[in-house]
């Protein structure tokens, strides 16, 4: 019988393990890669095709995140949202920009680079490696977070609803006019849902609607690194 789960008390059991099995890689640490990128921009379509290229990388959650501030060019982006390019601007201090650009690639908050050249994501993602904050893990509508070192004191959680997979987007005006591009794991809103401050802490996670997929990231305040995210 090696091998295989023929009985019903054995299914039972190898079950049990499978799902503990799974349970335990999603909860794995994670590289988190985010892309801010704009419809509106003539230089972002080969960093969303490099995005394209590690989204699917075990251990990477990539996630493209479009701005705003390119919107008076003449294309308004169809997924642009005003607190996704307030979150870029949060990044710049702590990176050592003066203000937003794109395309920008952020790795795990703490590391960044233009991401439109061949290799530049991939690069950046095996040089900064995953995240080594607490355990985070998604499971039963509930948001559970290890007990650990908050730098300064605490840190943010953000919830991230993604649609998972790559979708095309026709562009009728601006610099992209007459072209598809496609964008993936775009994420459609961002929330800040509470606070860790060391603690086990676990959070009511609201449930996901619309066909979208979930990602919870704790992250230092004000653009700093991000200490773990989890994926659904």
């Keep these: 019988m090696s091998g295989s789960c023929k009985f019903v008390t054995v299914s039972s059991l190898c079950a049990l393990a499978l799902a503990a099995t799974l349970s335990a890689a999603a909860a794995q640490p994670l590289t988190v890669v985010e892309l801010f990128t704009s ?15 590690v989204k699917d990388q075990p251990g990477v959650l ?10 008076y060019l003449g294309w308004k982006d169809t997924f642009g949202r ?6 870029q601007v949060s990044y710049e201090p702590p990176l ?4 937003p650009f794109t395309p920008q690639v952020v790795v795990n908050g703490h590391a960044d680079v233009v991401g439109a ?9 095996t040089s900064t490696g995953r995240t080594s904050g607490p355990s985070l893990s998604l499971d039963g509508g509930k948001i559970n977070i290890g007990a650990g070192a908050a730098p300064a004191g ?12 790559v979708v095309q987007v026709p562009v009728a005006r601006g610099e992209n ?12 809103s961002l929330k800040k849902l509470g606070s860790w401050t060391g603690d086990a ?4 996670l609201p449930p996901a609607s619309d066909g979208l997929s979930t990602a919870v990231l704790v992250q230092s305040p004000g653009g700093g690194p991000i200490l773990a995210a989890a994926t659904n």
């Design 201 to 204: 802490t676990a959070l009511d």
């Design 62 to 71: 990539a996630l493209s995140f479009n701005v705003t501030y390119w919107d």
């Design 82 to 87: 005003q607190e996704f390019t307030q979150r």
């Design 96 to 99: 050592g920009h003066d203000g």
């Design 117 to 125: 050249a061949p290799g530049e994501i991939q690069n950046l993602i």
């Design 154 to 165: 605490r840190a943010d959680v953000w919830l991230v609803r993604y649609l998972k997979g």
């Design 177 to 188: 006019t007459g072209r598809t591009l496609p964008h993936a794991n775009v994420v459609h």
């Design 39 to 53: 419809q509106g921009c003539s230089s972002c379509p080969p960093a969303n095709a490099n995005l394209i290229k």
